[in-house]
């Protein structure tokens, strides 16, 4: 797997969506590679900030 592919296919690693031989392809790729264990890194970073968020926001009470 090139970078290139690896990148298209981020998303659906980190959300456990990436089915086999892909899965495997992914992880040989991140063992040899700096740059996308980095980006895998800042997403799976970036995902839990997200998930961190309150779904809902509750209004002040003299908002008008």
Do not use: F
Not at 4 to 30: F, M, Q, T, V
């Amino acid at each position: 797997m090139t970078c290139d592919e690896l990148r298209e296919r981020l998303d659906d690693r980190i959300d456990g969506d990436l089915g086999e031989p892909a899965a495997s392809e992914a992880s040989a790729h991140l063992a040899t590679c700096a740059a996308c264990r980095a980006e895998e890194a800042a997403l799976r970073a970036l995902k839990a900030r997200l998930e961190a968020v309150p779904r809902a926001v509750e209004p002040s009470r003299d908002l008008w």
